[in-house]
């Protein structure tokens, strides 16, 4: 199953309360609120690259299913 495809949020309900009980800060959810994110995948194999761009910022992954890779949020929070 390919997931190859272009995505876009329609709809963020309840997405500030989410945020606010990560622990976002209220300008940083009000921001958030309205970032208007779209997202590319593109599949192959065990591989795939996804474009993320926002209001915000715009970033592309590469990474192979089954291997850590590293990955910042918006907001500078590093994740691996």
């Given at each position: 199953?390919a997931?190859?495809?272009?995505?876009?949020?329609?709809r963020?309900?309840?997405?500030?309360?989410?945020?606010e009980?990560?622990g976002v800060?209220?300008m940083k959810?009000?921001?958030?609120?309205h970032d208007n994110?779209k997202?590319?995948?593109?599949?192959?194999?065990?591989?795939?690259?996804v474009?993320?761009?926002?209001?915000?910022?715009?970033?592309e992954i590469?990474f192979?299913?089954?291997v850590n890779?590293?990955y910042?949020?918006?907001d500078?929070t590093?994740?691996?």
């Open positions: 199953m997931f190859n495809g272009t995505w876009k949020v329609d963020n309900e309840n997405y500030e309360k989410f945020m009980a990560m800060n209220v959810r009000k921001l958030g609120a994110l997202i590319v995948i593109q599949q192959d194999g065990n591989k795939f690259t474009k993320e761009s926002s209001n915000f910022r715009s970033i590469e192979t299913l089954g890779f590293d910042s949020l918006a500078g590093e994740l691996n």
